[in-house]
Nanobody, 122 residues
Framework: VQLQASGGGLVQAGGSTRLSCKAS????????MGWYRQIQGKEREFVAS???????TYADSVQGRFSASRDDAKMTVYLQMNSLKVEDTAVYYC?????????????????WGQGTLVTVSS
């Protein structure tokens, strides 16, 4: 199973961008999907998640500005980021809680994407 993230890059403060993260491989079921971020010098922190039923949860710092969504037919999770601030600059990591093939067995586990850098300039 692999997660391939795309999007991000350099964005001006107040602007918008959208991250995408596509899962591939032997996956039988996906439950929660979402995003974490790691600001330089800090620990990785939760950003947003979306359940199988579409219920979303957000960190207080992004509530009202970011929107997580998913398209299960495309096995993809998205993060729409609006009203970006300089302090949103970070490497963003997607994840999927899934039942899929790993080390020759089907297992429940959390798969992570490789991280994509979002830089917000003032």
């Amino acid at each position: 199973v692999q997660l391939q993230a795309s999007g991000g890059g350099l964005v001006q403060a107040g602007g918008s961008t959208r991250l995408s993260c596509k899962a591939s491989g032997r996956i039988q079921m996906m439950s929660d999907m979402g995003w974490y971020r790691q600001i330089q010098g800090k620990e990785r922190e939760f950003v947003a998640s979306v359940t199988f039923s579409g219920r979303t949860t957000y960190a207080d710092s992004v509530q009202g500005r970011f929107s997580a969504s998913r398209d299960d037919a495309k096995m993809t999770v998205y993060l729409q980021m609006n009203s970006l601030k300089v302090e949103d600059t970070a490497v963003y990591y997607c994840y999927v809680d899934l039942y899929g093939l790993r080390d020759g067995d089907y297992q429940n586990y959390r798969a992570w994407g490789q991280g994509t850098l979002v830089t917000v300039s003032s």
